[in-house]
């Protein structure tokens, strides 16, 4: 019996196991691997899905998505993350990704942005608040300089220590 074949990218070893024993009892077969080269090695077999972690310890999931679309054309890509930002959500789809999804998310919720078994998320009632636009909009300027946060800071007119105090806050409305 051919078993739909997932590959897990994620470098928190308890969540990836975890993700992965998940996964396995609703039918998957799940590939794991812990950083990028692993995960570009995995990657030479054929995959349903791929999902792949924002951040991989000191590298970014963001740029393994070309590379894993390259290597699984047919295979659907979701990235997920702690790490939520719009810009990063245009970033990864404009890489590769099909589909981009916050942590913390559920099981089901994985497989649903995964294989958009569901109804697109409805748009919020109440707009976004000016804070949380301001960190969207520092996390994007920090993507764009490759996480480098003194070039981020000049980019944006800010001393380098004023951009890290904004940046180790969380995003408005998240505790």
Do not use: C
């Amino acid at each position: 019996m051919n078993l739909p074949r997932l590959l897990l990218i994620d470098d928190d070893e308890s969540f990836r196991r975890v993700l992965a024993r998940a996964l396995s009892r609703r039918g998957y077969a799940v590939v794991e691997a812990g950083d990028g080269a692993s995960a570009l090695v995995a990657a030479t077999q054929a995959f349903d899905g791929v999902i792949v972690d924002l951040r991989l310890g000191e590298e970014s999931g963001l740029h393994l998505l070309a590379d894993l679309r390259a290597r699984q054309p047919q295979a659907r890509i979701l990235l997920l993350t702690g790490y939520a930002s719009i810009a990063t959500a245009v970033e990864a789809i404009k890489r590769g990704a099909d589909d981009y999804l916050p942590k913390p998310a559920q099981v089901d919720e994985i497989l649903a942005a995964l294989f958009a078994t569901a109804a697109p998320a409805p748009i919020p009632a109440t707009p976004v608040h000016p804070r949380r636009l301001e960190w969207e909009h520092l996390q994007r300027v920090l993507a764009e300089h490759a996480g480098n946060v003194s070039a981020a800071a000049r980019a944006l007119g800010l001393h380098r220590r004023s951009l890290q105090r904004k940046l180790g806050k969380k995003p408005h409305g998240e505790r």
